[in-house]
């Protein structure tokens, strides 16, 4: 399923051509991926200017996770602050360099801002000073995260100029994804300082390629793990992926596996043959069992009773019958309803009390869900539900350690949408801040951080993976 | 306080090595075994050894001969040896020499063996040229079984194009990250920001202190002159440059990188060599009349990410081996590292000397501690000897102990930076 103006545009003399030519065509920039198990230095080498206001309260994190990454910082922050980056430069041999110190030419891969010690509206100034002269200088697929607060609990003003970022960072991220780039917020509780280090580390990284103008919120829900693994943070522990024969499924059972964990890749009976061949390849477990069944649930219970319980679950089986609701007949809008909604409801029911101690479950929503789609009534009603189902569960299964997500791709390279009409196919691929679709792994990736540790600042929330759709939330 | 096995302890009782000198000089015509040879057969006369006396020769090297890689043997057969003395190679790249220290003295401390000369050796100039693989998988059909004339149409039709077959330069590099060493160091240098002043100066205190060394006569009991096939007679190091200074190497260029610091003056040279340790059990040694100059105290090896900082391994090793010693660094009397590069070893120093380096890297409050400039490398090192790489650390430890037994200091320190992100190090201790 390849796109071809993404592999056009990866030939520079096309690019100069079409550019040059002013031709009306897009070419989106092709995003570099990471592939493999994760890297002890995920940033090695790579050049991050950070910037920060006074009184910003996540420079000594954001100094631990950038050397302890392998990136080289340059600093624009108050003198004050800059001595958080020294012990760390100390350690990893990442000494920080003051901003002006980067030569005129060089590219910064990523852009930090920490923009926790913004106040009032006037504070916001210092964010269009530090973004205004470097966002073209933003590599490409390069990174941009702006740190916050939360705004419950905030006096108006605070609250107001704090909640003014999550605009300008879904803005940006439309300005930058031209280059492959994304722009994300994270919004860190009081307390949740010491959780932030693996969200930064991954939304940095080349595994977050599609996931961008968002919100990420971190927390203090879940218990707090210590010195979450850097490196096979899955293993010793068992997942369940539901639908893991083909697409976002089969790419989530290969990267949950090659971080360690023993994946149990279930998908119907009839497509047994492809379930037992990603089982065998993985050193997996395959199971056969229908969503759509009643008692499914046990089934699946008792296989995961076998293995000792289960510690990441991953609900990824959906289906779509997409109709107008005009035209959609009732036993289409209930089967869709059945296998994406009450199945999941249902699985996650008999499986409570076989999830092990800071347990992960991640849900696939839909950007349809969140913004709606022309024919998705029933499909959207489903990945809607998901939502609200993931922030309810998060609450009861909180006190155990265990973290409940979801995430919702937007047009993601599958089978699925290759069966889309070309035409709406190709407009659906631009309409995204990134101008293209994301591929099966892109969304494996951000499933594997959330069944991990480390992303123990995360519950209740729901995780666009969708390239900053043109709409959504 | 060293490590004790039944009451066993290894001790070294002598060091002979050959000259070091510059690769394709007077030792050109002389491979790894022959050095071998040269260093092993100056230890025997030395120690007045009978020959059946040695059980075993341990020995390190890291270019070994394709066809004889066990070179310890090969030693043992050249000089005609007990039949009995059995021997093995051992490499862990440039820590090999320590490496095969220390097998040796597990060897004895676990009560298998009494005698055992343990050492390394390389001889850059006799780098074996290898065909690249395509060309070997490609002539393998003619090599075995009868050839019809297709197969040599078929070999000839592999073999194109020309410069995938031509035989490659050899190269030190890296097989995970192609960087080759230097490059790993010149990334050290900028990271830890070493300045050029800081590598040259460092660099001219090793000549200078090892040209002191040559010229009082410290290093003649540790090292026996070799003749080579022309003729001539090698008595003395040949890369040791008296007369260096900061003024002088500052005019080299950057070896490296453009924009860079590391220079063929602060690197260490390719260099052809022989290093060996002869090594007893205690109680051997007090039954032969001979007086132990030093006991292998701990040691201790460890590995890092070679896309990292290649050559901080010491950084982890050198505390790991005190620990094991049960010493601190200030209670070292002499500390001797391994100059790969005047960069690596004052990037290594650095992390020793810092608190958020030993916290976040060593698990503990404070950092393992400045070394003192007097303590360190007090004769030299490899920047100025040079560096046959599987020599090296039986030359420091040779030196080292002498250095115990001479002037009554208690403990010496060694640390030793490896390919593969590797890293070395032991404590020797006087024996009274």
């Known amino acids: 399923m390849s796109d071809f103006l993404v592999e056009l545009g990866k030939n520079p003399r096309a690019r100069a051509l079409v550019q040059s030519l002013g031709l009306p065509i897009p070419l989106p920039q092709a995003l570099k991926r990471e592939r493999g198990p994760w890297r002890e230095r995920p940033l090695a080498d790579a050049t991050v200017a950070v910037g920060a206001t006074s009184g910003a309260e996540l420079v000594p994190a954001l100094a631990e996770c950038l050397a302890a990454a392998g990136a080289n910082p340059y600093l624009s922050v108050p003198d004050s602050l800059a001595g958080s980056f020294r012990g760390p430069g100390e350690t990893f041999g990442r000494p920080p360099r003051a901003l002006h110190a980067l030569s005129e030419t060089a590219k910064a891969n990523a852009l930090v801002f920490d923009a926790t010690g913004v106040s009032d509206v006037r504070g916001l100034r210092a964010v269009y000073d530090f973004f205004h002269p470097l966002v073209t200088r933003i590599a490409k697929s390069g990174r941009v995260v702006v740190l916050g607060r939360p705004t419950d609990g905030a006096k108006p003003e605070t609250a107001a100029a704090q909640a003014a970022l999550d605009g300008f960072v879904r803005s940006l991220a439309k300005e930058v994804g031209r280059v492959g780039a994304t722009a994300n917020l994270v919004v860190v509780a009081m307390g949740a300082e010491g959780r932030v280090g693996p969200v930064l580390r991954f939304l940095l990284s080349a595994r977050s390629a599609f996931v961008t103008g968002q919100p990420v919120f971190v927390g203090t829900r879940v218990r707090a793990i210590a010195e979450p693994p850097l490196v096979r943070p899955l293993e010793k522990k068992i997942a369940l992926v539901t639908g893991a024969a083909r697409g976002i499924g089969e790419a989530t059972a290969k990267s949950l596996a090659a971080e360690g964990a023993h994946v149990v890749c279930l998908d119907r009976p009839a497509d047994d043959g492809p379930t037992s061949q990603l089982a065998r390849s993985i050193g997996g477990t395959a199971l056969g069992a229908d969503m759509a069944d009643e008692d499914a649930p046990a089934k699946i219970a008792d296989a995961l009773r076998g293995l000792g319980g289960v510690d990441v679950v991953v609900h990824n089986a959906g289906i779509t019958r997409d109709r107008t609701i005009a035209r959609m007949k009732p036993e289409v809008w209930d089967q869709v309803l059945e296998i994406n909604l009450a199945a999941v409801v249902r699985t996650t029911a008999a499986l409570e009390p076989l999830l092990r101690e800071n347990a992960r479950i991640v849900c696939l929503s839909s950007i349809a869900g969140i913004a709606g789609n022309m024919g998705q009534t029933n499909y959207a009603a489903s990945k809607g539900g998901i939502v609200a189902f993931v922030r309810a569960t998060a609450e009861r299964l909180a006190d155990r350690g265990i973290a409940v997500n979801a995430v919702a791709p937007g047009f993601i390279e599958t089978r699925m949408t290759a069966a889309i009409p070309v035409a709406i196919r190709e407009v659906a691929r631009r309409l995204s801040a990134l101008g293209q679709g994301g591929q099966p792994e892109d969304v494996a990736q951000v499933i594997t951080f959330l069944a991990s540790p480390g992303a123990h600042g995360i519950t209740g929330r729901t995780l666009r993976v969708c390239g900053g759709a043109f709409i959504g939330a | ?432």
């Open chain 2, 1 to 432: 306080m060293s490590k004790q096995n039944g009451g066993r302890r290894a001790v070294v009782v002598g060091g002979v090595r050959t000259p070091f000198v510059k690769a394709f000089t007077d030792f050109t015509k002389l491979d790894t075994i022959a050095l071998g040879v040269a260093a092993v057969s100056g230890l025997l006369k030395k120690a007045g050894l009978r020959h059946r006396d040695v059980e075993s020769i341990v020995w390190g090297g890291v270019i070994l001969p394709p066809t004889q890689p066990n070179i310890a043997r090969e030693i043992a057969l050249d000089l005609r040896l007990d039949p009995g003395c059995e021997g093995h190679t051992v490499t862990r790249a440039c820590a090999s020499g320590l490496q095969a220290v220390t097998a040796a003295a597990a060897e004895i401390e676990r009560g298998n063996l009494d005698v055992v000369i343990a050492g390394g050796s390389d001889s850059t100039s006799n780098a074996t040229i290898a065909l690249p693989p395509k060309v070997v998988h490609a002539l393998a059909p003619l090599a075995l079984g009868k050839p019809s004339p297709s197969d040599y149409l078929g070999v000839l039709s592999q073999l194109t194009p020309i410069t995938e077959i031509l035989p490659r330069q050899p190269k030190i590099a890296e097989r995970t990250t192609g960087e080759v060493m230097g490059e790993s160091a010149e990334r050290m240098a900028k990271r830890n920001e070493i300045t050029r002043e800081a590598q040259d100066a460092f660099a001219v205190r090793s000549h200078h202190r090892a040209a002191a060394a040559i010229a009082s006569g410290r290093f003649d009991d540790e090292i026996t002159p070799v003749q080579s096939p022309e003729g001539k007679w090698v008595h003395a190091d040949g890369l040791v440059r008296a007369d260096t200074s900061v003024d002088k190497l500052a005019k080299l260029r950057p070896a490296f990188a453009k924009d860079g610091t590391l220079t063929a003056g602060n690197s260490s040279a390719l260099t052809d060599g022989a290093a060996s340790v002869l090594l007893m059990s205690e109680e051997k040694a007090r039954a032969l009349g001979i007086k132990p100059l030093a006991a292998i105290s701990s040691w201790s090896y460890v590995g890092v990410d070679p896309a990292d900082q290649l050559l901080m391994g010491p950084a982890l090793a050198m505390p790991k081996a005190l620990d094991r010693a049960g010493l601190k660094l200030q209670d070292v009397d002499l500390v001797d590292m391994h100059e790969a590069f005047a960069a690596q070893v004052l990037s290594v120093l650095k992390m020793l000397a810092s608190g958020p380096f030993a916290r976040a890297r060593l698990g503990r409050d404070q950092a393992v501690g400045e070394v003192d400039p007097d303590r360190l490398n007090i004769h030299g090192g490899s920047l100025a000897l040079g560096h046959p790489f599987g020599a090296t650390g039986a030359r420091m430890v040779t030196t080292m102990a002498n250095e115990l037994a001479r002037t009554g200091k208690r403990t010496a320190l060694l640390g030793i930076c490896a390919a593969g992100g590797l890293g070395a190090a032991a404590v020797l201790e006087r024996v009274d």
